[in-house]
């Protein structure tokens, strides 16, 4: 282990400084700094190898937890970073934009404060490439057989990467102009700057794994030309239609889904030139359906587009400050989270229902009705009585999302199971040499997911093509979360 007697002796947890909110609210850089060295060995020693580590269990990746901050504590570097991408293509992204669900599975937050693992992970892998630890691993050998995968988000990079360095030859089709799906358009880069995605890349380049961006396949080129110029596909297209508002006047100017007002803001930081795309809310009133983290992200970017007001509103309650008897350890609890957004301003509403969008006679929204959320066996619904009006000149839907655009994916063959595509528990479908892993076949799920399915899929495919596999399958397509 690390420290003996470390989470006897440090029982704070201290993570990273964070800049100070009127300096970050003038532009889109990342949030954190970097943390004092003395502090960080501490807060490593704090792991207490506690013989069953449940943070294994609590991450679907198995990452070697205990294992990395014990090198880290010693001063090794290059045999963290070994352990952590044992297991994890991605740390940088995970350590960036991944809600930590081995924290909540740490056996010292029984009584204590967990461990501050993400915050350790996220400093193995940026001081990896600081010392030029991670470096191309190109395969000796090619197989001389043909994958391609379609899109190229956490799950898609992830199987790419693996395929490539079993030596196979991979293709990866992304639709938008770069490669990184909803890592690079999806997420601010205050949360995730988009060099840690392009260095990623060139990475995944050297190696072989060779991208075609856009492309959008089932319109520029059909599933079954696809089909039929490789050995095998890898559907890994993501969960991206959003759950619509289903009230009167949602078709008003001015009320958006959030990626369409994201996805616009996150390219204007990478320098496009986006003419009226670009969704602003310098001045406006804005209001954000939705508790989440795309809905943390809207207002975030909403601040730093100088709103004159950002309001959130959650339909349910306000989450318990700390974890309740019915969502015992080592469960993913739900708890009031406060983001790195909401430190910056804004208001927060919870049991708040929204009943109407209020248009002007120009047909643009002015204001949302919203009434106190009633619990009832119909389930969530407005109370009588007590609807109020919100200013709004500016609504942002960040209510998650449904599932994939399965159309073209329905023509070509895939079936559905619910609102995601159908498939087996090793991510085959009904197609021969045809797979499906990430959101596209879980639904909305989280990042270490995307990366765990990935890679799973990835010895799939390997099986599939080679007769055996070496490659890891740390998650099967059935698999769930720990969480009640």
Same mark, same amino acid.
Do not use: K, Q, W, Y
């Given at each position: 282990m690390a420290d003996p007697t470390g989470f006897l002796t440090v029982r704070e947890r201290e993570l990273p400084p964070k800049r100070p909110v009127p300096l970050r609210l003038l532009d889109h850089r990342e949030i954190q700094q970097r943390q004092d060295g003395a502090a960080f060995i501490r807060q490593a020693g704090r792991c207490m190898d506690c013989?069953?580590? &449940?943070?294994? !269990?609590? =991450?679907p990746l198995g990452n070697l937890i205990p294992e990395f901050n014990d090198a880290m504590w010693r001063g090794q570097t290059a045999r963290a970073s070994e352990l952590l991408h044992a297991t994890n293509?991605?740390?940088? &992204?995970?350590? !960036?934009? =991944?809600p930590a669900p081995c924290e909540d599975s740490c056996v010292l937050g029984i009584n204590q404060p967990a461990v501050t693992i993400k915050n350790v992970e996220v400093t193995i892998i940026d001081r990896a490439f600081e010392q030029g630890l991670v470096t191309p691993q190109v395969p000796e050998r090619m197989s001389g057989r043909t994958v391609a995968v379609v899109g190229s988000g956490p799950a898609g990079l992830a199987c790419a990467q693996q395929l490539t360095r079993a030596g196979h030859a991979v293709v990866v089709y992304e639709r938008e102009d770069r490669a990184g799906g909803l890592l690079r358009y999806g997420i601010p880069d205050f949360k995730l700057e988009k060099h840690h995605i392009d260095r990623r890349l060139e990475q995944m380049r050297a190696e072989g794994t060779r991208f075609r961006t856009g492309i959008e396949v089932g319109v520029d080129l059909s599933w079954e030309e696809l089909a039929a110029r490789v050995d095998a596909v890898v559907v890994c297209t993501g969960a991206v239609v959003p759950r619509e508002l289903a009230v009167p006047g949602a078709e008003l100017d001015g009320v958006h889904f959030a990626m369409d007002y994201?996805?616009?803001?996150?390219?204007?930081q990478a320098g496009d030139e986006l003419g009226g795309e670009l969704i602003d809310a310098a001045g406006k009133h804005v209001v954000v359906i939705g508790g989440g983290d795309t809905g943390s992200d809207c207002i975030g970017t909403a601040l730093r587009q100088q709103a004159a007001s950002v309001t959130s509103l959650a339909i349910g309650r306000r989450p318990p400050g700390e974890r309740p008897e019915d969502q015992p350890w080592p469960t993913v609890p739900r708890v009031f989270e406060v983001s790195t957004s909401h430190e910056e301003g804004g208001e927060r509403r919870f049991l708040a229902s929204t009943v109407r969008a209020v248009g002007d006679e120009h047909g643009r929204v002015r204001a949302l009705s919203v009434a106190r959320t009633e619990y009832t066996e119909a389930g969530r619904v407005p109370e009588p009585?007590?609807?109020?009006?919100?200013?709004?000149?500016?609504?942002?839907?960040?209510?998650?999302?449904?599932?994939p655009e399965t159309q073209a994916l329905e023509d070509w063959g895939l079936g559905l199971s619910g609102r995601v595509l159908g498939r087996a528990a090793d991510y085959s479908t009904a197609l021969p040499g045809v797979f499906v892993a990430g959101d596209a076949g879980r639904g909305q799920s989280l990042i270490v997911w995307a990366i765990a399915e990935g890679r799973a899929a990835a010895a799939a495919v390997d099986a599939h093509l080679s007769g055996a596999t070496a490659l890891p399958s740390p998650v099967t397509a059935h698999d769930r979360a720990l969480a009640v």
């Open positions: 013989g069953v580590p &449940f943070c294994h !269990r609590g =991450c293509n991605f740390p940088e &992204f995970t350590g !960036r934009a =991944c994201l996805v616009p803001a996150n390219r204007r009585g007590t609807e109020e009006e919100i200013p709004a000149d500016l609504v942002l839907i960040a209510m998650g999302f449904s599932g």
